[in-house]
């Protein structure tokens, strides 16, 4: 009987700390699983964000960096010019790169640098406690909006990969969801092409995943992935941007 | 003849693969782990497949598949 499926070799076999559901370790795993395809283990370092992935260096067994939070493209823009060679993501949730980071994600991307991003974006801040965040859709409760979004209040959702796919820097964008494993595998083949790209010298490229928050949602783990799918497609709807 | 393998003690119980296997094989346990969380059980009697689709799906990374 021969082993199909099994933990990467760039996944260390530990624990995570997130909670039941979380759509991180999922993500953890395809990023892990497509540098082991690539063969670029030895030469990879990735760029840890601040948010709930905050610790992602103890579970991915290549060379981290942490970033201030928001900072994790320009970190990963000095690691890269100084190493080209190396094969340099980051991954970033979506208060950190779309909120924070906004600023250095827009400029890092018009520059064009030859990076991978992966972001991901569960509509919520889950490491400070589930405030709202840019990504928030309307109506949607969060612990600083107990009424939902209104726009009317807090403006509208923020689409930073339709943003990021106007610049001429920009090589690839794509948007994924994780509520199911048909998606899963799509989301890993949107990843890898990231690599590839940066392998191939081609730009920037940035996968967004749509990936559930069951704790900060209010939901079971099966229906933060039917929200996914029911409403949360609808505001960020998914495939090929650029 | 398929078979999956779950990392019993390192289970968090979010059941995700519960809904995803197509033979419903996966089933809620009626014991607890170390964490003390009920887990994923897995029922090797009823024709697994080998689809992988409970580890596809598996948050946690708990799911060996043999096929």
Redesign the interface.
């Known amino acids: 009987?021969?082993?199909?499926?099994?933990?990467a070799e760039s996944?260390y076999d530990v624990?995570?700390h997130?909670?039941?559901?979380?759509?991180?370790?999922?993500a953890h795993?395809l990023v892990a699983e497509v540098i082991d395809e690539l063969g670029v283990r030895e030469k990879t370092i990735g760029i840890a964000p601040v948010g709930c992935a905050v610790v992602a260096y103890d579970y991915w067994n290549f060379d981290c960096s942490e970033a201030a939070h928001g900072r994790a493209l320009a970190v990963a823009t000095a690691i890269k010019r100084v190493h080209p060679q190396n094969v340099v993501f980051t991954y970033q949730g979506d208060g950190d790169l779309a909120a924070i980071g906004t600023n250095e994600t827009i400029h890092a991307a018009n520059r064009g640098e030859n990076l991978t991003v992966v972001f991901i974006n569960n509509a919520v801040y889950g490491m400070t406690g589930g405030q709202m965040a840019p990504t928030t859709l309307l109506g949607q409760k969060t612990s600083t909006s107990i009424e939902g979004r209104q726009k009317e209040k807090h403006g509208y959702p923020l689409k930073i990969s339709e943003m990021l796919a106007l610049l001429p820097g920009v090589t690839y964008v794509e948007r994924v969801s994780l509520q199911?494993?048909q998606e899963?595998?799509k989301a890993k083949r949107a990843i890898k092409q990231a690599f590839e790209n940066q392998i191939n010298n081609l730009g920037f490229s940035l996968v967004e995943v749509l990936s559930p928050c069951?704790t900060y949602w209010g939901q079971s783990?099966?229906e933060a992935?039917d929200w996914i799918r029911d409403v949360m497609q609808k505001e960020f709807p998914l495939g090929r941007i650029k | 003849m398929a078979k999956i393998v779950i990392n019993q003690q390192r289970c968090k119980g979010c059941f995700l693969c519960v809904n995803f296997c197509p033979k419903g094989l996966i089933k809620k346990s009626r014991k607890l782990n170390k964490r003390g969380l009920n887990f994923a059980e897995f029922d090797p009697s009823g024709g697994c497949i080998g689809c992988a689709m409970c580890a596809v799906i598996c948050p946690d990374c708990c799911i060996e598949v043999y096929k």
Request: aromatic share 10%; proline share 14%.
């Open positions: 009987m021969e082993k199909i499926f099994f933990r996944l624990s995570t997130y909670c039941p559901g979380c759509g991180h370790g999922i795993r199911s494993p899963v595998l069951p783990p099966k992935l």
